[in-house]
């Protein structure tokens, strides 16, 4: 069964820093080629803001937003995929999603959502001024 379940979101400072987690399933890391990180905040679309193909370290893949401040890696012996958010700014401010994607279409360099087929429910990140 494929399962995503994000956790870390919290609120802070701006300038400050979040480690977001996704724990995922053994079928997850079986089944999918990518995991991706998405956001959307409130009246807004859902944007890409980074992926990682499964079991590999390289060809990770940014949005444009968040290239130098964000790094996502994966601990493969525990599946699960993280996010490093630094310098977070207010516009960072969103629900925070990591999707699975399967096939070769998350391999290219976009993140888009129509890529992704398996969903987490989402954790929250509140950036203050």
């Known amino acids: 069964q494929v399962q995503l379940v994000e956790s870390g979101g919290e609120s802070v400072e701006a300038g400050g820093s979040l480690k977001l987690a996704c724990a995922t399933s053994?079928?997850?890391?079986?089944?999918?080629?990518?995991i991706a990180w998405f956001r959307q905040a409130p009246e807004q679309e859902r944007d890409g803001v980074a992926r990682?193909?499964?079991?590999?370290?390289?060809?990770?893949f940014y949005a444009d937003s968040v290239t130098g401040r964000f790094t996502i890696s994966q601990d493969a012996a525990n599946k699960t995929v993280f996010l490093q958010m630094n310098n977070l700014k207010p516009e960072d401010t969103a629900t925070y999603y990591c999707?699975?994607?399967?096939?070769?279409?998350?391999?290219?360099?976009?993140?888009?959502?129509?890529?992704?087929?398996?969903w987490g429910r989402g954790t929250q990140v509140t950036v203050s001024s």
């Open positions: 999707a699975a994607g399967v096939g070769y279409r998350c391999l290219l360099r976009a993140l888009l959502p129509s890529h992704y087929t398996y």
């Open positions: 990682i193909p499964i079991g590999r370290s390289g060809d990770t």
């Open positions: 053994a079928d997850t890391y079986n089944t999918a080629g990518c």
